[in-house]
């Protein structure tokens, strides 16, 4: 199934004439994202100390609310594992171990305390919305959230390692790593091939497909359960027995399948009220802030990325979309669901599987609901072994080692903010983490001479407005804490009153990476209005790294002076030879000097000759040493000197550098004189 193509002349909107026309795409979508979506949702709900029935439940919910009230068209509704972290913590807080050493009475009372937990936490996403505070998405900053969802990601891993080897664990994410040994040291043989092997499958499978694009239609999750259901029962792990292996006895039996309903419509026994009794407890609050801050932020970072790939650019209206999502937590909850968020990973599916409209959201919601109505005595043979390979891998690519080197290459205060962040998750909670990394983020500002008063009330001024093009200028800082303001009067005065806007930052001390992100994405945003954007002034800012959406701070960039003396005859070659690789101007003086060969051979008799200078990117420079080298010194009698300098303005001297030509290339047994990759 190929991704749908934007050039379709009608933009789809899922009205009743866009479910008609889009049925067939939208059927398609919805079946193949059901493949994925049902044992991650069987998954995500056991790792989250929840029944397994309960992610089904949401997913089910989630499709028909967010159909009805989202403008989202291609976000799929559901349990995420980034919520995984919150629940199960949770479900700890009030006594619960979730599925771990068999469901009990105290697990019961501790999923109905997070049922109320998520009715307090669902009320509040929808004022969220109605009160239009979904641009709050905008005030985190991306490198803190980035580190936050990689420490999830560890924290997933960390949890279901246990799981799909066969072992009862329990304790912080730091502790399960510190026993990694000791979870293979006595892992269950039986549980642990079928864990290994569905791990092994869904790192393998897309390779595969990579190679073979026909098995996209086949996705990962799919492939695991075929091929871990027949494992299962090749261990008959339907009936409770013993095996022996090496002189050591290992237990098999239903308690590594997943619990399902064992007759036709039998979920509806499993329909769980909320105890709201629980929320007469002090320390169930900061459960309710959890789920509301962190579910918020990541269903609306979720519907945002799933807009800048949408293929017709249709734009999410983030509060109404918050509203869907308050009000499908509410339904959730009260009948025993897990939270549910704008999924990106079945989102991403449901785009390139071919869904036109929202109705494709409905119709993977609807497949869950007839599969576990009609035959959850076949999804009972599911093993959790499993499922917990499937979130190892999704813990692996939210915490992928790609992660790191990106956020180095944007810069390296990003790369602090993103480690501090994850470590101190890892050490504490989601939200005193986060709570870390942004301060670890306003530190870097204040040492970076952002005022404290300007981190949070930005200074913004509109300079002339000639009733097609806005011109606002922007003063001291422009960072994440004061960037929703900032944002706010851009879309007032451009996109609500249909104007060009241009932005300068001239006057701006610092300019962060989330702010630059954010301004990236408003050109788009214009772009999709038929209006422009347009950032003035930052060439007198200065890089903190050579990304094009790194940190910028105003001050004095470094430069090479090259200082290049030879005779008067050599001047014009020069020159030449200096812009040609990379000077954007020279200054040249005529002028008069003796040399070491003049003073030894014509009693120091002073000869013509020409001083050349030069200012350019290091890069550059050393191109041009390397020219004399190897061309000019060969020839000429010809010196030169280097020297680093400061200036205000790089764009002023920073011109692309070309090819050297074949004379002027180094040597290969010189080539560390060649430049960096910039």
């Not at 994202?33 to 989630?62: D, H």
């Not at 307090?120 to 969802?149: D, N, Y």
């Not at 990394?437 to 930005?458: M, Q, Y």
Request: with cysteine.
């Amino acid at each position: 199934m190929s991704a749908p193509v934007a050039s379709d002349r009608e933009i789809p909107c899922g009205n009743l004439q866009g479910f008609k026309r889009y049925f067939k795409h939208d059927f398609i979508s919805g079946l193949l994202v059901f493949l994925i979506a049902l044992p991650l949702c069987l998954g995500i709900s056991i790792a989250s100390g929840y029944p397994p029935i309960a992610g089904i439940f949401t997913a089910i919910i989630g499709s028909v609310v967010a159909t009805l009230i989202s403008n989202s068209e291609l976000t799929i509704k559901g349990p995420a594992a980034g919520l995984i972290v919150i629940a199960i913590g949770c479900i700890n807080a009030f006594g619960g171990d979730g599925t771990v050493g068999g469901w009990t009475e105290t697990d019961m009372d501790a999923y109905r305390a997070a049922l109320a937990v998520g009715v307090a936490a669902a009320v509040l996403q929808v004022f969220f919305g109605i009160f239009r505070a979904g641009i709050l998405g905008e005030f985190f900053p991306i490198s803190a959230v980035h580190g936050m969802l990689a420490a999830i990601g560890v924290i997933i891993i960390a949890k279901q390692i246990p799981v799909a080897l066969g072992v009862s664990a329990s304790g912080g994410p730091l502790e399960l790593l510190r026993k990694i040994p000791e979870f293979i040291a006595t892992a269950n043989p039986a549980i642990a091939a079928i864990g290994l092997t569905s791990v092994l499958i869904m790192f393998v499978w897309p390779v595969v497909v990579r190679k073979f694009p026909v098995m996209k239609v086949l996705p990962s999750p799919l492939i695991v359960l075929i091929v871990a259901i027949p494992m299962g029962m090749s261990f008959d792990l339907m009936h409770a027995h013993s095996y022996t292996l090496q002189n050591h006895e290992y237990q098999l039996g239903e308690n590594y399948l997943v619990a399902m309903p064992d007759r036709v419509f039998g979920m509806f026994d499993s329909l769980t009220t909320p105890d709201f009794s629980a929320l007469q407890q002090p320390f169930a609050w900061k459960w309710v802030f959890m789920f509301f801050i962190i579910g918020s932020l990541e269903s609306l970072l979720s519907a945002k990325a799933i807009d800048i790939i949408d293929p017709w650019k249709r734009k999410t209206n983030m509060d109404r979309d918050m509203v869907a999502v308050g009000i499908g937590n509410l339904g959730c909850a009260m009948v025993g669901g897990l939270p549910m968020i704008s999924e990106i990973v079945r989102s991403k599916a449901n785009i390139d599987n071919g869904a036109r409209t929202r109705f494709a959201d409905f119709w993977h919601g609807m497949f869950l609901l007839v599969c576990v109505a009609f035959i959850p005595m076949v999804l009972h043979r599911i093993p959790m072994a499993a499922l917990a390979a499937m979130l190892i891998y999704t813990g692996f690519r939210l915490a992928h080692p790609t992660e790191f080197m990106n956020v180095w290459k944007i810069g390296r205060e990003q790369l602090v903010i993103f480690v501090v962040t994850l470590v101190a998750v890892l050490a504490t909670d989601l939200l005193i983490g986060i709570a870390i990394g942004i301060a670890t983020k306003v530190v870097i500002h204040l040492s970076n001479g952002v005022s404290l008063r300007s981190l949070f009330k930005p200074e913004i001024e509109l300079a002339e407005d000639d009733g097609h093009t806005v011109r606002l200028t922007a003063y001291n800082s422009a960072v994440f804490s004061n960037w929703i303001p900032i944002r706010r009067q851009i879309e007032r005065l451009g996109l609500v009153e249909r104007k060009n806007v241009e932005l300068d930052l001239s006057s701006v001390q610092l300019v962060d990476h989330t702010v630059m992100d954010k301004l990236h994405e408003m050109e788009s945003d214009f772009e999709q209005q038929g209006l422009t954007f347009t950032t003035v002034g930052l060439e007198t800012h200065q890089p903190f790294a050579g990304h094009a959406q790194s940190a910028r701070r105003k001050g004095l960039w470094t430069a090479r002076r090259l200082t290049v003396v030879s005779e008067l005859e050599n001047q014009s070659m020069l020159e030449a030879a200096l812009v040609r690789l990379g000077a954007s101007g020279f200054t040249s003086m005529q002028c008069v000097g003796a040399g070491r060969h003049e003073l030894l051979e014509n009693a120091g008799q002073p000869k013509p000759m020409v001083r050349i200078e030069v200012i350019a990117p290091q890069e550059a420079c050393e191109q041009m040493m390397s020219y004399l080298r190897r061309e000019v010194q060969l020839k000429h009698r010809v010196t030169f000197a280097v020297e680093t300098v400061q200036v205000a303005r790089m764009d002023a001297f920073d011109q692309s550098v070309p090819t050297i030509p074949a004379e002027a290339q180094p040597n290969a047994d010189e080539s560390s004189l060649e430049p960096a990759a910039h």
